[in-house]
């Protein structure tokens, strides 16, 4: 995958282009490694500054600029959301990309959220697409009663297949986007990816206009949504409290 995404951004610089836009981190740091000249417009990236993406988020500096979705940020308040609509998990795998730089800072706050719950966290690395298989294979091993799933992009490509097999496995399921829910996941806790695109296509504009990267402070979202697969609960047979599905910013059924 990084090669693919390396030699895409070759080709976006050779045509080339006016400003170029990424989702997410991996595509981020091809296009970085690709040029220092044309902008780049990020979006929803984990750790811009952890991942060495932006100098500081009031001033990126170089030519990228763009928005996060905190993901080390708020990745303890999604366990504890976890723990809160199933009690009853103790042990929960966490299906990430070690070779994603945003996921890394992510990772180290999500080992101290389940120490103070009380979680057992089990770390399955997911780093590309020929991977699935052994991940599988490790998840049923390790016999977790809950797994969180991130946003990186090896997990969206194949974001289908992971729901099938949590929903044969009957393994509940704490998600980063609003969209892997709508597909059949359990729940979700994020920014909206809707609303982050909408925010970067005003990036560009602006860029577009004259205004030079540098001078754009990186975005934080200011809004998180709560969403929960109120169907799928009921298919794993399970009983979320009342007091969480009112909090709740939307319910699938």
């Keep these: 995958m990084p090669e693919r995404l ?33 902008p780049i417009v990020m979006i929803g990236i984990g750790d811009a500054v952890g991942a060495g993406l932006a100098q500081s988020l009031a001033h990126p500096g170089g030519n990228v600029t763009g928005n996060t979705i905190l993901g080390a940020a708020v990745v303890a308040k999604r366990l504890q959301l976890f723990k809160e609509a199933v009690p009853a998990v103790s042990r929960v795998a966490l299906l990430w990309n070690p070779d994603n730089a945003s996921s890394v800072p992510m990772f180290e706050e999500v080992k ?43 997990s969206q490509l194949h974001i289908g297949q992971i729901i099938d097999f949590l929903a044969t496995n009957r393994l509940p399921a704490m998600f980063f986007l609003r969209e892997n829910v709508v597909a059949g996941g359990l729940m979700s806790y994020g920014a909206s990816l809707p609303d982050l695109f909408r925010r970067g296509a005003s990036y560009v504009q602006r860029i577009l206009q004259g205004m030079r990267p540098a001078d754009l402070p990186v975005e934080q979202p200011t809004k998180f949504e709560l969403v929960v697969n109120v169907k799928t609960a009921k298919a794993l047979g399970l009983a979320i409290p009342e007091s969480f599905l009112l909090r709740a910013d939307e319910l699938i059924e």
């Design 112 to 154: 101290v959220a389940a120490a103070a719950l009380g979680v057992t966290l089990i770390s399955v690395a997911l780093r590309s697409s020929n991977e699935f298989y052994s991940v599988f294979t490790a998840i049923t091993r390790e016999r977790p009663d809950g797994v969180m799933v991130t946003g990186d992009p090896v």
């Design 6 to 38: 390396a030699q895409a951004a070759a080709e976006l610089v050779r045509l080339p282009v006016d400003v170029i836009a990424t989702y997410g981190t991996p595509p981020t740091i091809a296009a970085i490694r690709a040029t220092t000249t044309i």
